[in-house]
């Protein structure tokens, strides 16, 4: 649950400031972590064998971020850790202890889309949606790093996201359109 | 599914973990990437009651050259194999392995100790790595102290997922002998899509001398065998020849002679031991083609 409120700066991910305190060296079932998520943070205690996408959807409420598969095969819970994208069924909870994250709420800001969700639109980048939120995550991690990226790029950096609609084809011009509307801001 | 309950602790020194891997003994396991350890949790095909996470212990992800020899600590992540110049300009084996694991999501957390303590014989790690003729830096418990002892990977892999790995004893770093003026290596996989562990992968590494005569061979072989296997013969054959084509083939034929393949979903033996030979031959040629002239 939300224990304080804080200023919601969504956005370009930062490097979480390094912590002082570190989790006990003493084995233990539950952990209380701290976390900012979307740039807002939290405190809550888990318990060890809380996968961090539950912690997000169902502690949280974040439901965006979704759970497509048991194998870490599907994409379609990747989050930002710390700027980096990582399948949020394949981490504890606690591990993310002192960690920023983003996830697909915290895209937009002040009530408009990213450039990306827009680009999804309106190249019709999508069909049931469900692997959406992993697509744009990726994806808005990939353009921070590679704004200016080939087709052949921008496929392999989504080859761990699958897509069981669209065929992909619409998922690679949306990308591409959303990082010509980037490098034109 | 989720796993088991367990308790978890994270603690800040190799010398904590390597306490803490002791105390509790066969119910404790080291969490590194996650990658392998967590999806088996999420089966129940693990059940420790109790994880030591790797994570937030420092100074175990360093990636450098020293005094003629490659250190990749045991935390490095394949991500950051796959992306550093050190890598790419100088070890183009290690580098194209890097980019076939898994995913680029996965490769974001997989780290290098992980996939060689896990000890997949489809792993792609054991078959470069041997190719490379590294070797493993243990750390463990000696009486009240801690202390490493280094072996060959060829030594470190006893079976199936088993390894060399003594009670209390955790993987710490990777030992690749640094790669010469006239040396390079490739590794080639075929895989049944992206992202998808091996049919059949291939790793070489080669040297060559002034006159084009090779002085230095490794060829790993992934998913073919109980463990990722040394093709030891067809290293030996190379050895002081000029690398022909004829001398190609008849590697790749070695090669294949040293795979032990079995029949499944990812394809039947016969073709599984054909593809060793064809992706040595076009490993080794790629390797050649990346030797600069003399
Ligand atoms: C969808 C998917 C596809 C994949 N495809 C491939 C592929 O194509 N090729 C490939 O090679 N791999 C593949 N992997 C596996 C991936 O590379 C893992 O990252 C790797 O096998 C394990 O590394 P890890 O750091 O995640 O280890 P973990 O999962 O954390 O640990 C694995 C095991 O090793 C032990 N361990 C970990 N680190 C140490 C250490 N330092 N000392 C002692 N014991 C240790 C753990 O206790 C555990 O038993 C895939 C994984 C997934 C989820
Ligand atoms: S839910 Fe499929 S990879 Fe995480
Ligand atoms: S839109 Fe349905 S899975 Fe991608």
Redesign the interface.
Request: glycine share 6%; proline share 6%.
């Given at each position: 649950m939300p224990a304080r409120k804080g200023k919601r700066t969504a956005g370009a991910p930062r490097r979480a400031a390094p912590r002082k305190a570190?989790?006990?060296?003493?084995?233990?079932?539950r952990?209380r972590i701290q976390v900012t998520v979307n740039g807002r943070p939290y405190e809550a205690e888990v318990?060890?064998?809380t996968?961090l996408v539950?912690f997000l959807r169902d502690m949280l409420g974040l439901t965006g971020t979704h759970v497509g598969c048991?194998?870490?095969?599907c994409?379609a819970c990747?989050i930002l850790l710390n700027g980096?994208?990582?399948?949020s069924c394949?981490?504890?909870a606690?591990?993310a202890d002192g960690a920023e994250i983003l996830t697909v709420e915290g895209l937009a800001r002040d009530g408009e889309l990213h450039p990306l969700q827009k680009a999804f639109w309106e190249e019709h980048g999508l069909q049931c949606g469900f692997c959406t939120p992993g697509m744009l995550m990726?994806a808005y991690a990939f353009l921070n790093e590679n704004p200016r990226p080939s087709e052949e790029e921008i496929r392999?950096?989504l080859?761990?996201?699958l897509c069981r609609c669209t065929g992909y084809m619409n998922i690679v011009k949306a990308v591409q359109r959303a990082a010509q509307e980037m490098a034109a801001r | 599914m989720f796993p088991a309950p367990f308790e978890y602790v994270a603690p800040s020194t190799l010398d904590q973990a390597v306490r803490l891997l002791q105390q509790y003994g066969p119910d404790a396991r080291i969490l590194a990437g996650g990658q392998s350890l967590i999806p088996m949790m999420r089966f129940r095909l693990a059940n420790p009651r109790v994880l030591i996470d790797l994570n937030r212990i420092p100074g175990l992800d360093f990636l450098e050259e020293d005094r003629g020899v490659l250190r990749i600590g045991a935390m490095v992540r394949h991500r950051l194999i796959e992306r550093a110049p050190l890598i790419r300009q100088r070890y183009p084996l290690l580098a194209d392995t890097a980019r076939v694991i898994a995913d680029p999501i996965v490769r974001n957390r997989g780290t290098v100790g992980g996939s060689v303590a896990h000890a997949d014989p489809a792993g792609d790690w054991g078959a470069a790595l041997l190719a490379a003729k590294a070797e493993v830096v243990i750390s463990g418990p000696r009486g009240r102290r801690i202390s490493q002892r280094t072996i060959p990977l060829a030594e470190f892999f006893t079976g199936p997922f088993m390894t060399a790995l003594e009670p209390g004893e955790i993987v710490t770093e990777i030992r690749v002998p640094a790669s010469g003026p006239r040396e390079a290596g490739a590794y080639l996989k075929i895989e049944r899509k992206v992202g998808d562990f091996a049919v059949v992968a291939v790793g070489v590494q080669i040297a060559l001398d002034a006159d084009g005569v090779c002085r230095k061979a490794g060829i790993g072989l992934c998913a073919v065998g109980p463990t990722s296997l040394r093709a030891q013969e067809a290293e030996e054959w190379l050895i002081g020849k000029r690398l022909d084509e004829s001398t190609l083939a008849r590697a790749g034929e070695l090669a294949a002679a040293a795979a032990q393949p079995t029949s499944d979903t990812r394809g039947p033996a016969e073709y599984k031991r054909d593809m060793v030979r064809v992706l040595t031959i076009r490993a080794l040629r790629k390797a050649l083609e990346r030797i600069p002239k003399a």
């Open positions: 570190a989790v006990a060296v003493q084995p233990a079932a952990h318990e060890a064998r996968l539950y048991d194998t870490t095969s994409g990747t980096e994208p990582v399948k394949t981490m504890f606690v591990q990726t392999v950096a080859s761990g996201n | -």
